[in-house]
């Protein structure tokens, strides 16, 4: 079976901002059984994430996809930045992360204007705010819109996870990343209400915990362990981001 990892950090957002370089998260693919992964860095500039991604997927073209890092800047815009990455760089897509910078409509609205002016997805790690990821969805309907972590990353609280299937339930531009995910009740309702078209694998990786590959083993067992037909199995581990992509 295919498996696409469609989060994946070149730098983290923890304290120490921990970075990888593109040789061990392909050799973590690889100990694995992934073929493919979506990479980005956050915790640093839009300009230097981009620098990061292409750095790596110059060394790796066929096996890592690269996201920008939409950061605003007090100095400039960045929104020329992320047109660039996407336009003359090939970036498949953009990485949002509420927890380094606001999701006010002055804020980030340009940027999920600008995803869906070129037909690339969002991936945004709201922190729980369903709110926001509601405004957006209804705001931007041609737009895109991946949920890390299916709302809040290792939420223990189900009506908060509920909220995010039922904000995928009435926005078909809405998609549900996997990463994270401890409430695999959580994940089966999901596919339950939203069936598999909508639901994407990620392992958030690399982590070591205790190896980034044996972490990344683990990811992939969580989603196996799930009730699946064999096409549902395919859609989220590999078709599903695929497609969004344009890579299928
Ligand atoms: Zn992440």
Known sequence: MRIWDSHVHLKHGDAE???????DIVATMDA?????SVVFA????????????????RQFPDRLIPYVYALPHYGRSVLDEIESAIVDSG?????????????????????FELAGRHGVPCLIDCLG?????????????GTIQIVAHMGRYLATDARLLERFIALAEAHQNVFLDLSGVVLLEQAQKAVRRLGSGRLVFGTDGP???????????LAIRKIDALDLADEQREDIFWGNIARLLCLA
């Open 207 to 217: 982590q070591r915990a205790p190896d980034t590959a044996s972490y990344a083993r």
């Open 42 to 57: 956050m915790s640093t500039t839009t300009e230097r994430s981009v620098e990061m991604a292409l750095e790596a997927v």
């Open 91 to 111: 970036f498949r897509g953009i990485k949002i992360h509420a927890g380094e910078c606001t999701l006010a409509e002055y804020v980030v609205d340009p940027v």
């Open 17 to 23: 901002g921990t970075e990888y370089p593109a040789r």
């Open 32 to 36: 694995a059984g992934i073929e493919r």
């Open 129 to 141: 705010n369903a709110g926001a990821a509601e405004r957006l969805a209804r705001a931007f309907p």
